[in-house]
């Protein structure tokens, strides 16, 4: 499986985001509507994987979607503000993911089919997963996804549209940092669950990530906390929006 995007629910317009990072020589653009959840989102694409910062466009509509992201987005920046959700692994099975977790007794969202319209009109569809766990400020489980074109053919229409530039293929994301209480906990879980491979004590490997869990002696919410980001020529950390980007 494939670390797909990383959400990080921030308190700007999506055009403010995009010109932020392209203020910093990082290629980032508006994405577009969620209309069915009352969001709008900015992307920052790496070669196989991306960022999406999410907002609310419409709260009362947001408030009444009843989606498990939207409720998780609503609740962060409730409760301690903008700063990262939660990562989305790709998959190219999600129905049989679906059956999978159900017999082994987890209770899940079903799969869901979902879209959103780009700045350009053209109207982009996948298929989610969710396990179903209440929302608290303990760490959520990563949501699945997969996508109704190939990676190659998304990919290349990204890259028709402007979404995607050269630069965008240097990048990549190297790690995502954990901050949990109980790591060792979190990490059985995962692996029971999603069959996720351990590297070591800390490291569950994706096939383009590593995720990195590591104790949470504070009383803030057990979140991933900040992301290493390979190929750049900035090499600095920047934190936006309660959160810690890592440019190696």
């Known amino acids: 499986m ?4 990383i959400v990080h629910s921030v308190t700007k317009k999506p055009i403010e985001v995009a010109e932020d990072w392209t203020d910093k020589g990082i290629h ?11 969001t709008y989102n900015a992307l920052l694409y790496t070669k196989t994987s991306y960022i999406e910062w999410l907002a609310a466009e419409y ?3 947001a408030k009444n979607a009843n989606h498990p992201l939207i409720n998780l987005m609503l609740h962060d920046l409730k409760t301690s503000g903008a ?18 977790l159900e017999e082994q007794g987890i209770k899940t969202s079903g799969v869901l089919h979902a879209e959103r319209k780009t700045t350009s009109g053209l109207v982009r569809k996948w298929k989610m997963l969710f396990v179903i766990e209440e929302i608290s400020d303990a760490l959520p489980l990563p949501f699945f996804i997969e ?17 995607i530039e050269k630069s965008n293929l240097e990048l990549s994301i190297a790690t995502c940092e954990f901050h949990v209480r109980n790591p060792r906990e979190v990490m059985n879980k995962w692996k029971s669950y999603f069959q996720f491979v351990e590297q070591d004590e800390q490291t569950l490997l994706l ?9 949470n002696t504070s009383e803030t919410k057990e979140r991933l906390a900040s992301i290493d980001i390979n190929g750049s020529n900035r090499h600095e950390e920047i934190i936006y929006e309660q959160a810690i980007y890592r440019f190696l």
């Open 83 to 100: 700063g990262f959700n939660t990562i989305c692994i790709r998959t190219t099975t999600i129905d049989d993911l679906s059956k999978q």
């Open 147 to 163: 996508w109704e074109e190939s990676d190659e053919d998304r990919f290349r229409l990204l890259q028709e549209d402007g979404t």
């Open 207 to 215: 096939e383009n990530t590593r995720l990195i869990f590591k104790q």
């Open 59 to 61: 709260e009362e509509i």
């Open 2 to 5: 494939y670390l797909d995007h």
């Open 28 to 38: 980032a653009v508006v994405g577009g509507q969620h209309t069915q959840w009352g």
